[in-house]
């Protein structure tokens, strides 16, 4: 039953953690804020866990366990719910449009502003300025909200993993441990499944469904403005929630003890008789870990990875639209679809292999760190598949010769109202695209007598352009397939060594230790790792920007338009290097930490006893020298 209590938690905390970020560009749109502020709330669900992990590591592992993840779950509930509240309290998304709805008919006013020259320069470029519809929301900024909500999110999260796991320890057979923690590493797999469907769902819908005529919606799900119903997927993440936290409080606070356990020398009732004096125990037990040169290798080298797969799953949503010209819905339900199903059949499958062939600690090391060595070269083939930077006019391709004036140049400058002409070419607006009438109204307003299409194509005539940026190009929709595959293979084999390199941790290190060891790792690699990866990784993807909307307010708003090529080159670039630094650091340290172990024990060996290792540590029975194996 606990096991299926706790099991539904992580389902919960994966749900409500996937759909934050199927929701990144959503956030980033409908605040108008940078990708690194996003990471920056993304990250502060890890602050939450900062302030009171150990806390709850060491010394609630002394009290009703189920209990205390029972109240993290409300507490996680709450925090879900509060992400959603600015959308009932900001006014409505306006988009950045000079496309007139209500017109049905022939228009032949000109699409660019009817300004002069000097009304324009005032030493500035107009977007920095506030417009004179501006409209000023509220002194908080909204999406302070959303970091607060996401902080309060990783507070409740806090006690579910480290008192979860070593419950499971504590009371189940030392065979099927592994297993059951299989079983729950797989469900926390399968909850981003159906986040990312859900976050795929709710970007196919308008933001202000049911407040706004969709008729005189002038944009579309692919368009980089569009900014779909981020807010109704955290109100059902957090009911989901909410439900995850009624098993834990009718479930025991302890277990009858397996057989094999019994002669240990740490049960729950020798845990509860060192309570008598917890914070003058508290540094020596610290140190006594931290002291383990297996545990603090087995640190170092998660979090480095850790930074590669934050970043790398953080971003990705975001990378398949930019990169591959996909919308944030197809993005989202990819991710939930076919690549996060093939993590969670690594996982489990990892477990499995752990049970039936009866991994040893050294097995277990040697298996998660072939996998992740394979997952490495197998993920060197994604610099192969790239695209080309969309044909933006003005910006990544020139518009031939064909002069505009400055005063019309400096009006379109802050624009991002992008027409496809016939060309096959992206102009920024139809001001900047040289049109001077329009048919239709809404989404099928056609753009006409486009002067710099005419000049594009060297071919003089009344050419055309639509709404919208113009598709990808075929190349790169065939090169997507291939991308996906990749991306299945290698996420497949580097997660098979997920659950043995989990249960790598939780052998090498002393029994009584377990709850503090789990709460540590997961303090270090959320605080060095799930902190800062969001908030560099969103910078470095900043700086390949090429086109920035800006706020009606005055300021720069959200990215329009990346060069797709650096961006690629930047983001798996560090991805790859963080990944190599891990196993180098397996690499350096490995011979340091079994020579420091044999000067303890007064052994010497040459090469030809090194080799069988193994079998001197299984006849000592010394497990940690198994584990620097």
Same mark, same amino acid.
């Given at each position: 039953?606990f ?14 953690g996937?759909?934050?970020?199927? %929701? *990144?560009t959503?956030? =980033?749109?409908r ?6 502020l ?6 502060s669900f890890?602050? $939450?866990?900062?302030l009171?992990?150990a806390?709850v ?5 002394k ?5 205390i993840?029972?109240?993290g779950?409300?507490l996680m509930?709450? $925090?879900t719910f509060?992400?959603a509240?600015?959308?009932?309290? *900001? $006014?409505?998304?306006?988009?950045e449009?000079?496309?007139? @709805? @209500? ?10 502003p009817a300004s ?14 506030p417009?004179r519809g501006? =409209?000023?929301e ?5 999406w302070? +909200?959303?970091?607060?909500?996401n902080?309060l999110?990783?507070? !409740?999260?806090?006690?579910?993993q480290?008192?979860?796991?070593? +419950? ?5 057979q030392?065979?099927n441990?592994?297993?059951?923690? &299989? ?24 933001v202000?469904?049911?407040y ?5 919606? %002038?944009i ?6 569009w ?10 993440a957090?009911?989901?929630t ?6 834990f409080?009718? #479930?025991p ?5 397996p057989v =094999? ?5 740490c049960?729950p009732?020798?845990e ?10 508290f540094?020596?037990t610290?140190?006594?870990l ?13 979090i480095?990875q850790?930074?590669?797969?934050i970043?790398?799953?953080t971003?990705?949503?975001?990378y398949? /639209?930019?990169?591959?010209g996909q ?5 989202n ?11 969670a059949l690594?996982?489990f ?11 040893t ?15 490495y ?5 994604f610099?192969?598949? &790239?695209c ?12 031939? !010769?064909?002069?505009?004036?400055? +005063? ?13 002409g016939e060309n096959? *070419? ?6 900047l695209a ?5 048919? &239709? ?9 486009c ?8 071919q ?5 352009a639509?709404? $919208?940026q113009?598709?990808?190009?075929d190349?790169? /929709?065939?090169?997507?397939p291939?991308f ?13 060594g997920g659950t043995p ?6 052998r090498c290190i002393?029994p009584e230790l377990?709850s ?12 060095l790792? !799930?902190i800062p990866?969001?908030?560099y990784?969103?910078a ?6 090429l086109?920035?909307? +800006? ?5 720069r708003?959200a ?7 650096a ?8 991805i790859?290097? #963080?990944h ?9 340290f ?22 069988f290792?193994? /079998?001197w540590s299984?006849v ?8 620097l194996l």
């Amino acid at each position: 039953m606990f096991l299926a209590a706790l099991s539904f938690a992580y389902f919960a905390k994966a749900l409500s953690g996937s759909y934050m970020k199927s %929701t *990144i560009t959503q956030l =980033e749109r409908r605040f108008d804020i940078p990708s690194y502020l996003i990471g920056i709330i993304d990250g502060s669900f890890e602050i $939450g866990n900062l302030l009171v992990i150990a806390f709850v590591s060491y010394f609630c592992a002394k009290l009703h366990r189920p209990k205390i993840i029972a109240i993290g779950c409300i507490l996680m509930s709450f $925090g879900t719910f509060l992400i959603a509240m600015p959308h009932f309290i *900001i $006014g409505r998304y306006k988009i950045e449009t000079s496309i007139r @709805s @209500s017109v049905n008919s022939t228009n032949n006013l000109s699409p660019c502003p009817a300004s002069s020259p000097e009304s324009l320069w005032a030493g500035d470029r107009p977007s920095i300025l506030p417009s004179r519809g501006c =409209e000023k929301e509220s002194s908080v900024s909204m999406w302070i +909200y959303v970091l607060l909500g996401n902080i309060l999110r990783g507070i !409740g999260e806090t006690p579910v993993q480290p008192l979860g796991i070593s +419950y499971i320890d504590d009371y189940a057979q030392s065979d099927n441990a592994a297993l059951y923690i &299989g079983c729950v590493q797989t469900i926390s797999i399968i909850g981003p499944v159906f986040g990312y469907l859900l976050g795929s769902l709710c970007a196919k819908i308008y933001v202000d469904i049911g407040y706004v005529d969709m008729e005189t919606i %002038t944009i579309t799900p692919g368009d980089a403005r569009w900014v779909g119903a981020w807010w109704l997927g955290y109100l059902i993440a957090g009911a989901i929630t909410l439900m995850s936290a009624v098993p834990f409080w009718f #479930l025991p606070k302890s277990l009858p003890m397996p057989v =094999e356990k019994h002669d240990t020398n740490c049960t729950p009732e020798s845990e509860n008789h060192s309570f008598k004096h917890p914070f003058t125990e508290f540094v020596p037990t610290l140190k006594s870990l931290l002291g383990n040169p297996v545990y603090t290798i087995y640190l170092c080298v998660t979090i480095v990875q850790f930074n590669s797969l934050i970043g790398m799953v953080t971003y990705k949503p975001k990378y398949i /639209e930019q990169h591959y010209g996909q919308s944030a819905s197809k993005a989202n339900f990819l991710m939930g679809m076919i690549n996060i199903p093939a993590v969670a059949l690594g996982m489990f499958s990892g477990g499995v292999v752990m049970k039936k062939y009866k991994l040893t600690i050294m097995g277990a090391a040697k298996f998660a760190f072939g996998t992740s060595l394979l997952g490495y070269f197998l993920s060197l083939i994604f610099f192969a598949m &790239g695209c080309e930077n969309a044909k933006v006019a003005g910006i990544t391709v020139s518009y031939s !010769g064909y002069v505009i004036p400055l +005063y019309i140049f400096l009006s379109g400058l802050d624009k991002w109202d992008p027409v496809c002409g016939e060309n096959g *070419i992206t102009y920024v607006s139809p001001c900047l695209a040289g049109c001077n009438s329009s048919t &239709g109204s809404g989404k099928n307003t056609v753009f006409n007598n486009c002067k710099c299409l005419a000049v594009a194509n060297t071919q003089p005539g009344n050419l055309t352009a639509t709404l $919208g940026q113009c598709p990808h190009r075929d190349s790169c /929709e065939k090169v997507f397939p291939y991308f996906l595959a990749m991306s299945v293979l290698s996420s497949f084999i580097i997660s098979l060594g997920g659950t043995p390199g989990f249960m790598l941790l939780v052998r090498c290190i002393k029994p009584e230790l377990k709850s503090l060891a789990l709460g540590i790792h997961t303090l270090a690699t959320r605080t060095l790792a !799930g902190i800062p990866a969001p908030i560099y990784f969103g910078a470095i993807i900043d700086t390949t920007c090429l086109k920035w909307g +800006y706020k009606m307010c005055g300021g720069r708003g959200a990215c329009r338009i990346y060069d797709t090529s650096a961006y690629r080159y930047l983001q798996d670039g560090f991805i790859l290097t #963080l990944h190599a630094v891990s196993m180098g650091i397996v690499f350096i340290f490995r011979p340091t930490l079994v020579s420091q172990d044999y000067k303890k024990k007064g052994n010497r060996m040459d090469s030809v006893k090194y080799q069988f290792a193994t /079998e001197w540590s299984q006849v000592g029975n010394d497990k940690q020298f198994a584990c620097l194996l």
